[in-house]
């Protein structure tokens, strides 16, 4: 499930974001789903929790938002 791979480079880029504002927890990720990017939306929110394990998103939500268009945008971080 290639959902996963995507969900782990996510969270990548999400901590090194969050570790450069000094945040200690991402309480949420808000992203913006392109209708025509090839990510299957409920894979990648079954996958969430699973890859979040162990990183500053433990039990983060994951919201996302279904867009036209071919990108996958990272479009928000909430952090303490």
């Known amino acids: 499930m290639h959902e996963a791979k995507l969900c782990l480079s996510l969270l990548r880029i999400a901590e090194e974001s969050a570790r450069q ?3 200690r927890r991402i ?3 808000r992203l913006e789903v392109g209708s ?3 990510v299957v939306p409920e894979a990648l929110a079954a996958a969430f929790p699973v890859c979040a394990r162990g990183t500053l998103a433990e039990d983060a ?3 996302l938002r ?3 268009g071919r990108e996958l945008v990272l479009r928000d971080l909430e952090v303490i």
């Open 21 to 23: 504002g000094h945040a």
């Open 27 to 29: 309480l949420a990720l």
């Open 36 to 38: 025509l990017c090839g």
């Open 61 to 63: 939500a994951l919201e």
């Open 66 to 68: 279904r867009v036209p």
